[in-house]
């Protein structure tokens, strides 16, 4: 299959990133081997994008950290950057509209080529992905059609999949509308639980072909609680967060007892909107 | 004088920390000094002394009167004898035989966990590491030639301060079994100390025999089980190793390290010198993997260290090709 006829795809990861891990990183590279590998999709880039600090997690700490140690970790990634519109905001935002605004810079940037767009972070990557756009560019013109632009798709873990089961924690039809106007690639180890997941759910059995399941055949168990929990007890977080990353904690010290005491008996954001919106 | 804590040890029935003159005092095992102590929760306090050092201190049973206080007065509790010297650490080295086919992050991690756990017994201080790639006769399935197992382990240890590569074993004629590395290693430390024959040489005391340092055998508890294995170790050998010099094995899922142990008469004989330790953070990350997703194009960044992968590039290794 031609390299025109495969759909662009942007992965986009929402989540704390408190702090960023090699897990993390890695969820990019095996969704980037499947989506390429089906012969269908060509990934361009991946974007993350930290939750803002009104999500009031429990030991989430200050957004410009996360998103700090987030940048460091792909200083050295040709196609994974960091987005800090989500953070900057000042109420919570629900995964949908992020996706939403990622969609639609893509099709703005895409009817303007030679627009810069004002958030730069990688100059020399935005050449390169200006020059890519003018090819389609020249199409804009004689078909204006959506089909050219880049699709934006929610890459997770097994978690979030199975979080939408959790009451008031996602609106019903922010999730019909995930799987259906996005699509959804979840890396996971337990294929079977994941598939039965789908198959439960109306919803998600609806838009099944817009859900991409990613086998991770090799645990890779760095979850960003057993880093933070490493570090409170003065163990090695060597080699399972990039080093960057682990000098700018020990360089801050970022991640204490104390922090993690952060939003303790807060609720958190997306359930206190649901429940409000639910008893209004 | 001083007032012992409330008792919240591991049930030694000996205070981890006390009260004295109006602070916590409690010891840095790794600055060795006694420092005020700042009381954070239930499970950390924070060395003052030593921000770095910050260890779950709860670990460690202190006999009260190992205490030092910073200006080196001893405290001491009514009635208790005070030793003169403090109990020296005894100083580890922790080796590392294998393909290292390629060196991969869960191989930079057996070392990372070993030493935390070392320390954090109150009784060993890690000094140094070695990664010891195994010899090319060893005729395994799929190996690369030494010189590039070597190469990639010492590019992935650029960064790291304590740890490095020898090839010595590599570089052997044929190949040898571990035990006879571990003497090498062992005698070749022995060797680099500073020496102290005769009766006085400007120095006060002779080297106390616990500062002698120890080399252990650094790996996974999938090798205790390799111990079953018919054939493949010489008893004898199994026997020195966990005899003369020790073991660190470090948790793998799917291995109950407990059972071989219990397993084996020799094993079970000598187990205060094998030290398990657990991963929390389990992975199944290993070359076999590495080398498949190589082999079939797929992404290996951030399972091993970016300078790894450039040479694996640069050398055409793991393609596929049958070598």
């Not at chain 2, 070392?111 to 010891?132: C, N, P, W």
Request: glycine share 6%.
């Amino acid at each position: 299959m031609e390299n025109s006829e495969k759909t662009e795809v942007v992965l986009l990861a929402c989540g704390s990133f408190n702090p960023i891990t090699n897990m993390h990183l890695r969820l990019f590279e095996l969704a980037k081997d499947y989506m390429n590998g089906t012969g269908k999709y060509r990934v361009i880039k991946g974007v993350i994008s930290p939750v803002g600090d009104a999500y009031k997690k429990k030991g989430l700490i200050s957004a410009h950290h996360r998103v700090i140690m987030a940048e460091l970790a792909t200083k050295n990634s040709e196609w994974v950057e960091v987005d800090t519109w989500e953070s900057l905001q000042k109420d919570w935002v629900e995964t949908l509209k992020v996706l939403r605004h990622h969609q639609e810079k893509l099709e703005a940037s895409s009817c303007d080529p030679q627009q810069d767009s004002p958030r730069l972070e990688r100059p020399g990557r935005k050449r390169k992905w200006a020059e890519q756009r003018q090819d389609f560019g020249q199409k804009e013109l004689l078909e204006p059609k959506t089909k050219d632009v880049p699709k934006v798709k929610l890459l997770c873990g097994a978690d979030l999949l199975e979080s939408f089961g959790v009451p008031n924690l996602w609106k019903r039809e922010d999730i019909t509308r995930i799987v259906g106007d996005y699509g959804l690639i979840c890396i996971t180890r337990a294929g079977n639980d994941a598939e039965k997941f789908i198959y439960e759910s109306d919803a998600l059995w609806k838009h099944r072909n817009n859900i991409h399941l990613v086998n991770e055949w090799i645990t890779n168990d760095i979850s960003s609680t057993k880093i933070r929990r490493a570090l409170r007890r003065g163990q090695s977080i060597r080699y399972l967060v990039p080093d960057l990353v682990r000098e700018y904690i020990e360089k801050h010290d970022l991640y204490s007892p104390e922090s993690e005491e952060r939003n303790v008996g807060v609720v958190l954001a997306p359930l206190q909107k649901n429940t409000a919106e639910a008893n209004s | 004088m001083f007032v012992n804590g409330p008792i919240m040890g591991k049930g030694s029935g000996l205070p981890w920390w006390v009260w004295c003159c109006g602070s916590y005092l409690d010891l840095c095992p790794l600055s060795r000094k006694v420092n005020k102590i700042k009381f954070l929760g239930k499970e950390t306090r924070e060395s003052l002394c030593c921000r770095k050092h910050r260890q779950i201190l709860c670990h460690i049973a202190l006999p009260l009167e190992h205490l030092l206080l910073e200006d080196s007065r001893v405290a001491t509790a009514v009635g208790v004898e005070v030793p003169d010297k403090m109990k020296s650490r005894i100083p580890v080295v922790l080796l590392a035989c294998g393909s290292f086919n390629p060196i991969t992050n869960m191989h930079l991690r057996l070392f990372e966990v070993a030493r935390d756990h070392l320390h954090q017994t109150g009784m060993y201080k890690v000094i140094g590491g070695i990664i010891s790639p195994v010899n090319d006769n060893y005729r395994k399935k799929d190996l690369v030639a030494a010189h590039h197992r070597v190469a990639m382990a010492r590019l992935a240890l650029q960064t790291s301060d304590w740890i490095r590569v020898d090839p010595w074993e590599s570089e052997q004629a044929q190949w040898m079994e571990t035990v006879k590395v571990l003497r090498h290693h062992h005698s070749e430390l022995l060797r680099s100390l500073p020496q102290t024959e005769g009766p006085d040489h400007g120095r006060a005391h002779s080297l106390a025999p616990t500062a002698v340092p120890e080399l252990k055998l650094l790996c996974g508890a999938d090798i205790l089980k390799t111990f079953q294995t018919p054939n493949l170790w010489k008893e004898a050998h199994i026997q020195e190793i966990v005899e003369k010099f020790g073991m660190v094995c470090v948790s793998r899922t799917g291995h109950n390290p407990k059972e071989y142990i219990s397993g084996s008469a020799i094993l079970q004989r000598y187990q205060h010198n094998i030290h398990l330790v657990r991963e929390p953070v389990q992975n199944e990350l290993s070359s076999t993997y590495i080398r498949r997703a190589l082999s079939q194009g797929q992404s290996v960044k951030y399972l091993l260290p970016d300078a790894v992968i450039t040479y694996i590039k640069e050398h055409n290794l793991y393609t596929g090709d049958s070598s």
